[in-house]
Nanobody, 124 residues
C-alpha cells in the first residue's frame, strides 16, 4: 500500500520560488528501479510530466519547459521527494502531483500511485 502526500503549494508572484514536497508512505521497500515523479495539470489541459528521479541511482529527468529552473531531489532516509521551483512563470500555474512510477519511465502511463496534488498559482 502506498500513500503520497504533497505539500508546499501556494500563490506566488512571477519570478518567485517555491518548494514542493512529497512524503511517501509505503509498506515494504521502495525499489531502486522505481522513480518518484512530479506531474502537473493546468485547467483544461492534460496532466504532463515535470520532473522525475530514480530512487536508487538518483538519476534526474526534467521536462524541457522546466530545465534550468526546477530541481528535483530525494531524501531516502525520510522517504521524501522535493521539487525546488525557481523563476516561476504564469504558465507554471497548475495542480502539481507526485507519482510513484514503478517502471521508471517518467510517464503518466507508468504511474501506479498518485498523491492528491497541491495547487501552485503564479500571479503576474
Amino acid at each position: 500500500q502506498v500513500q503520497l502526500v504533497e505539500s508546499g503549494g501556494g500563490l506566488v508572484q512571477v519570478g518567485d520560488s517555491l518548494r514542493l514536497s512529497c512524503a511517501i508512505a509505503v509498506s515494504g521497500r521502495i525499489f531502486s528501479s522505481w522513480s518518484l515523479d512530479w506531474f502537473r495539470q493546468a485547467p483544461g489541459k492534460e496532466r504532463e510530466f515535470v520532473a522525475g528521479i530514480r530512487w536508487g541511482a538518483g538519476t534526474k529527468v526534467y521536462a524541457n519547459s522546466v530545465k534550468g529552473r526546477f530541481a528535483i531531489s530525494r531524501d531516502t532516509a525520510e522517504k521524501t521527494v522535493h521539487l525546488q521551483m525557481n523563476s516561476l512563470k504564469p504558465e507554471d500555474t497548475a495542480v502539481y502531483y507526485c507519482g510513484l512510477d514503478r517502471r521508471g519511465d517518467f510517464a503518466v502511463s507508468s504511474v501506479s500511485d498518485w498523491g492528491k496534488g497541491t495547487l501552485v498559482t503564479v500571479s503576474s
